[in-house]
């Protein structure tokens, strides 16, 4: 069973820098690509962004810019550099090592994380 390991939540000021962490026991086949979901209270679930195992990022529209993604295979670990957060970017960040797409409709149907939790507020 893979087991999702991921840290780096916290509170941060608006305008500051916040940097999450995942990590998966065992690596994903394929194109699978590890990446965050995000969740604040009363909104639907949203991508945040996607690593590939190839290399390729995907970010979601409220976040491009602003977010960096990356990836080490080696260590079957993503990361995820949030920089100029926002009060709107207050949520729970949910982890996930096996994102893929099915024509423009992004899944997720298993390998979560627990979550971590990212307050901005001054």
């Known amino acids: 069973q893979v087991q999702i390991e991921e840290s780096g939540g916290g509170l941060v000021q608006p305008g500051g820098s916040l940097t999450l962490s995942c990590t998966a026991s065992e690596s994903t086949f394929g194109i699978n690509g590890m990446g965050w979901y995000r969740q604040a209270p009363g909104k639907q679930r949203e991508l945040v962004a996607v690593a590939t195992r190839g290399g390729d990022l995907f970010y979601g529209e409220s976040v491009e810019g602003r977010f960096t993604i990356s990836r080490d295979n080696s260590k079957n670990t993503v990361y995820l550099q949030m920089n100029n957060l926002k009060p709107e970017d207050t949520a729970v960040y949910y982890c996930?090592?096996?994102?893929?797409?099915?024509?423009?409709?992004?899944?997720?149907?298993?390998?979560w994380g627990q979550g971590s939790r990212v307050t901005v507020s001054a």
């Open positions: 996930n090592a096996d994102i893929y797409r099915v024509g423009a409709k992004w899944f997720a149907v298993d390998h």
